[in-house]
């Protein structure tokens, strides 16, 4: 893109070295330049003055990017203390060295430990028993030498033990490289490849089944690799955009499923895993709508699937005719219920279920047909499927927290119906959950429907509207928000803070009518139940609007920048992370990752009741001159899932459009991706300036 004289000008002019300026020039924001870019659609005019950010080889960006990098620093140079503060509490609380509970897989047992000091886990196993000389199968931080950053995708490990597949990010655009490792000689093998989504072992222990992605990062091929090829045979493409391959393994090892899902429909593709170099067979044909999931025990496939069941039943059918015709129901539908997913072992099935924003374990004896639920003790907490990846086994594994009660690994037996307590993470310093309160509370949202709200504060908190208050939200993709264990919340709950976690329509908390309430053309609903919430905590004097921080990440941050719009004057700090906000224009190019797919999320804008639609909510769309609250935006550079550029725009129209003098800083981590930094330390100093940040808002000072 080319540009005028002035327009260099501007963008040197925020890039000067902060060496050679005055403590007031460091403080003046950086004034990203304009360059109108006009487009009409449906008869609109539409105007993008910062769309020259999408350049990402452009040098003008990344100084810009700088720029505000410098401009954040400055501006928050007074809360370094409480920031450097707030990452100590941290560490002290965490046991820098450690180790995780062993998982028996074959003849080995798996584990990763960390060492203090470095970034990465070490992950090992030993053979027989817990007592054999250990093997690093791993070691990330080797790996990660030389590296801004270091994902792990895919770990799984050959049926005879004796070859690892992993999966490498080295940049977070979150692209992986497949590769092989013989756990025998700690060689990798020369049986690399790129852009890997999802790999399954077949039984013959020298064939693997890949995924890769295109342009847009949709897994779009499957192919089947015999170790040592060079030829690669495709199996399958899936040309509709709407979809997504995925491949997997049934816990009994016994079959090799590939999927093909849309958000709201399922094609499932099986292989026997002794049969590599066969074809796969589909399962149940698309049906647009017919969302299922398959698994595999002793002969029979069992399907949670929503035909006929909003929240999904389960049924079984043999596999040599698992025809609808042939189904038989082991779970049926409940209205106020939803199966979240099942694991099958062989003799027992465990369900997993959730109902008012709570997740329940049901165990089933396939034997006497009789079921046990797994029982949790507070009104407010999450449970998790654990490792199991044993198939003939009577044990259950499985992780419980609260907002109170650290992460917690409990094997139960499906025979005798005990719970056993192996592991609770470690708080170091004199962590006392007794000190700590948490409730469920009820929010009435607009049109009246009651929106369920998960707080925890400090004992002794006295409602008289003084406390401050940290709401988070989400509500998007039917994704459940979960109450669990945070080391770093705990610098929050002990200066006051009250925590808040809104289950807002969108998300899955309430089942997939909750869902479906609060996205396309029912999206505000997320909003309004959001702003609902906000509102209740006040009136009931749980906080005050001085004393309110809300915060929100990726589809989470379309939210905060939504109701910001909404309602600026409800909100004292907001802190927006890899924010979603630039829907229309996102959702106007397909070649960007997840556009196509997402369709079915966010509707799509070339429709004109649909652009309609989104364009009274899209939070870049509808900034306007009025007050606004304090805002930290974050983002990465190489985000692949929320392209840096869409906050950036959004900072720099923000600067230009409100009216306020508030805070307002962009802070870019210019190595990482959507999950911000890889490595620990780093993860928790940047959880450190984020809540230095809001506490400052807030007049917490130390």
């Known amino acids: 893109m080319k540009t005028n004289t002035l327009a260099m000008m501007m963008v040197l002019t925020v890039t000067l070295d902060t060496n050679a300026q005055t403590q007031s020039e460091r403080a003046a924001p950086p004034l990203a330049k304009k360059l109108a870019k006009v487009d009409t659609i449906h008869g609109d005019v539409r105007v993008d003055n910062y769309y020259w950010l999408r350049e990402k080889s452009n040098p003008e960006v990344i100084a810009y990017l700088e720029a505000e990098n410098r401009y954040t620093e400055a501006v928050t140079q007074p809360i370094e203390g409480l920031r450097d503060t707030i990452y100590k509490e941290i560490l002290s609380r ?3 060295t450690d180790l995780s509970v062993p998982y028996k897989l074959g003849e080995y047992w798996y584990y990763s430990r960390t060492e203090e000091g470095k970034q990465y886990p070490i992950y090992c196993r030993k053979r027989g028993t817990m007592e054999a000389p250990e093997q690093v199968t791993l070691d990330l931080n080797e790996l990660a030498k030389g590296r801004k950053f270091l994902g792990l995708g895919l770990y799984m490990v050959s049926d005879d033990g004796n070859l690892l597949a992993y999966s490498l990010d080295t940049t977070g655009f979150r692209q992986y490289q497949l590769g092989v490792k013989d756990l025998r000689t700690d060689q990798v093998l020369p049986d690399s490849i790129g852009q890997v989504n999802a790999a ?16 847009a990062k949709r897994p779009y091929r499957i192919f089947r690799h015999v170790l040592g090829s060079a030829n690669d045979e495709l199996l399958f493409e899936e040309k509709d955009e709407l979809y997504r391959i995925w491949t997997g393994r049934s816990n009994d090892k016994k079959m090799i499923f590939m999927g093909s899902s849309s958000a709201i429909t399922d094609e499932v593709h099986y292989l026997p895993s002794d049969q590599p170099a066969g074809m796969f067979r589909v399962l149940y044909p698309r049906e647009v709508g017919h969302e299922y999931s398959v698994e595999h025990r002793e002969g029979l496939f069992y399907v949670r699937t929503n035909k006929g069941a909003k929240n999904f039943r389960l049924v079984s059918a043999p596999v040599a005719s698992p025809e609808e015709k042939n189904w038989k129901e082991l779970l ?9 997913g099942f694991d099958l072992f062989k003799n027992h099935a465990v369900f997993v279920e959730r109902e008012d924003a709570l997740i329940r374990f049901v165990v089933h004896d396939f034997r006497t047909q009789k079921s046990n639920e797994i029982r949790f003790p507070e009104p407010v907490y999450s449970a998790f499927p654990s490792n199991n990846p044993e198939y003939n086994t009577t044990m259950f594994r499985y992780s419980y927290q609260s907002f109170v009660t650290p992460s917690s690994v409990f094997d139960y037996d499906m025979e005798t119906g005990k719970s056993t307590l192996l592991k609770q993470t470690q708080v170091l310093g004199g962590y006392d959950p007794q000190q700590y309160a948490s409730e469920r509370l009820y929010a009435r949202a607009a049109d009246g429907v009651m929106v369920p709200v998960s707080i925890v504060y400090t004992k002794g908190m006295r409602r008289d509207g003084s406390n401050p208050l940290l709401l988070y939200g989400y509500g998007s993709y039917g994704s459940s928000q979960s109450a669990t264990f945070s080391v770093a919340r705990l610098s929050l709950l002990d200066r006051g803070v009250i925590f808040a976690l809104a289950h807002i329509r969108g998300g899955g908390d309430l089942g997939e009518e909750w869902r479906d309430d609060g996205k396309l053309l029912k999206k505000k609903n997320t909003f309004t139940d959001f702003i609902a919430c906000a509102e209740h905590l006040i009136r009931e004097k749980y906080t005050s609007k001085e004393k309110l921080a809300i915060q929100g990440g990726s589809a989470g941050g379309l ?10 004057d409800l909100f004292k700090v907001a802190h927006l992370a890899v924010p979603f906000v630039d829907v229309i224009n996102t959702m106007l190019d397909e070649s960007l990752p997840l556009t196509v797919g997402e369709f079915l999320e966010w509707g799509n804008p070339k429709k004109k009741d649909e652009y309609e639609y989104i364009k009274t909510y899209c939070p870049h769309t509808n900034i306007e001159r009025k007050p606004y609250p304090a805002m930290l935006i974050t983002t990465s550079l190489n985000d692949s899932q929320v392209m840096y550029w869409e906050p950036a725009k959004y900072t720099a129209k923000m600067r230009a459009t409100r009216t306020d003098k508030t805070v307002l800083v962009l802070k870019t981590n210019m190595g990482a991706g959507h999950g911000g930094a890889s490595g620990r330390y780093d993860a928790y100093k940047e959880q450190a300036f984020n809540y230095a940040f809001l506490l400052s808002q807030l007049g917490i000072a130390k």
């Open 200 to 215: 399954a072992w077949a039984a013959d222990n020298k064939t693997l089944f890949y995924v890769k992605e295109d342009h």
């Open 332 to 340: 049926t539908h409940r209205p106020k219920v939803k199966l979240e």
């Open 94 to 96: 965490i046991k820098q």
């Open 559 to 568: 939210l905060i920048g939504a109701v910001l719009n909404m309602r600026p």
